[in-house]
């Protein structure tokens, strides 16, 4: 049987009856604490789950350290963004000739930062059931269970967050770098102008001075959690404009089914609360 208890955010109050099929759990590895926390949604208690980069870390220019070597040898199943983490965990896996499953989540662009639409989290739920199920047969309708209520938690969340930010629909606003393109989408934002364009580029002069001319028209600058740089202020120094800071991995929340839900309901207060 199974039964979910139906609330706003259920999966923070979700009670799941159904009991594992017998099997040993599975030893699967993600790269980001969002994915982290998508495939706890399905995995639920069958699995133990590692993570590759820190929540306090950037995804990018990342280069594998020993003891993430070591994840990557215990893993039966990796699951991973296509991203700057793909090609060096693709690169050891081939090399080694590990056995271990590998899902690539592919993403609209190499540097994009799918994870920050639901809706993009939503389809790979379905993907991350399937390959579990692949691995784990005698628990294959419990996982499909669990991505459909994951999925159903997250299309309401959805719905909810961009009902919260209606009234700031229309404002411009300035970001750290180009991470937030499929999160205006999903939330019918004005696309946010991005300091740094490439997360491989800084900013050079010209750019700043262009950003901060559009900062003389926009609501709010947003920092980022994991950057720190003096870029926010060269381009709001002066100016009447709100301050904010957005953390698109959830560095502060504990990893975990809920924390995908958190981190959402936390940029979205964010944005609320400095364009509002
Ligand atoms: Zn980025």
Redesign the pocket.
Known sequence: MYYCKRALFTLLSCFCTTAWAQQPKLDILTDIAPVHSLVSMVAGEQANIDLLVQPNQ???NFVLKPSQVQSIQRAQLIIILESDVSPAILQYVDSTQSKATVLTIAQSSE?S?DWLSPTHAISWLSAISEVLSSLDEANAQRYAQQATHAQNTLHMLQQQLKAQLGPVKDKSFIVY???YTQFADAFDLQAPTAIAQS?ARTPGAARLLKVRKIAQQSACIFAEA?HNDGYIDTVSEGLDIGHGILD?LGSTIPLGADHYPLMMKNLVDELQRCMG
């Open positions: 950037s995804p990018h540097e930062h770098h180009d991470a997360d994991q698109p």
